[in-house]
T-cell receptor, first 111, second 112 residues
Framework: SQQGEEDPQALSIQEGENATMNCSYK?????LQWYRQNSGRGLVHLIL?????REKHSGRLRVTLDTSKKSSSLLITASRAADTASYFC???????????FGAGTTVTVRA | IAGITQAPTSQILAAGRRMTLRCTQD?????MYWYRQDLGLGLRLIHY???????GKGEVPDGYSVSRANTDDFPLTLASAVPSQTSVYFC???????????FGPGTRLTVL
């Protein structure tokens, strides 16, 4: 069963604006990972954040993790048309170490 | 460096036929995975292999089998395809079970 749930399901923003999406999960995790998928393509890894970390940055991406609330957020700053994609959070539970994906957030960046 | 390759890119298959989806990685990763992606459901794990010679069942293993004879290859076989197996199939690999997964481009399978 899917452990992670992304919110919102879809997001439409203007180029240059920031995009924030959230992920909630149910059980204790080893790490949480964010992936991007462009239409018709495979998934590309963005950031991995471990359970003992609270925040990580990669370029225009910022990920936070709150293990007490079992939630994470992905912020894309100064969005570009090329950021149009689906974004998935995936959690690695400590119970079985099998990555569990949410249904994703579809982000559309308007020029 | 190719990373992960999958073949075929797409396939239309009659129900009841046997089909093997191929996956090869050149990163010498220990772990490999097969997922299916259906609209609105995200990715679901079919089978996995933590190291060459071992395999395990994921969330949706029924109707599928895998083998891991060596580090690089992880084929997925549908013994007798059914329409509910129509999906996009992704192979992935990671250095270890807790590491980043790298995905192939996918195989779009249609079972009629």
């Amino acid at each position: 069963s899917q452990q992670g749930e992304e919110d919102p399901q879809a997001l439409s923003i203007q180029e240059g604006e920031n995009a924030t999406m959230n992920c909630s999960y149910k059980t204790s995790i080893n790490n949480l990972q964010w992936y991007r998928q462009n239409s018709g393509r495979g998934l590309v890894h963005l950031i991995l954040i471990r359970s003992n970390e609270r925040e990580k940055h990669s370029g225009r991406l910022r990920v936070t993790l709150d293990t007490s609330k079992k939630s994470s957020s992905l912020l894309i700053t100064a969005s570009r048309a090329a950021d149009t994609a689906s974004y998935f959070c995936a959690t690695l539970p400590i119970s079985d170490y099998k990555l569990s994906f949410g249904a994703g957030t579809t982000v559309t960046v308007r020029a | 460096i190719a990373g992960i390759t999958q073949a075929p890119t797409s396939q239309i298959l009659a129900a009841g036929r046997r089909m093997t989806l191929r996956c090869t990685q050149d990163m010498r990763h220990n772990a490999m995975y097969w997922y299916r992606q259906d609209l609105g459901l995200g990715l679901r794990l079919i089978h996995y292999s933590n190291t060459a010679g071992t395999t395990g069942k994921g969330e949706v293993p029924d109707g599928y089998s895998v083998s891991r004879a060596n580090t690089d290859d992880f084929p997925l076989t549908l013994a007798s395809a059914v329409p509910s197996q129509t999906s996009v199939y992704f192979c992935a690999s990671s250095a270890g079970v807790a590491d980043t997964q790298y995905f192939g481009p996918g195989t779009r399978l249609t079972v009629l």
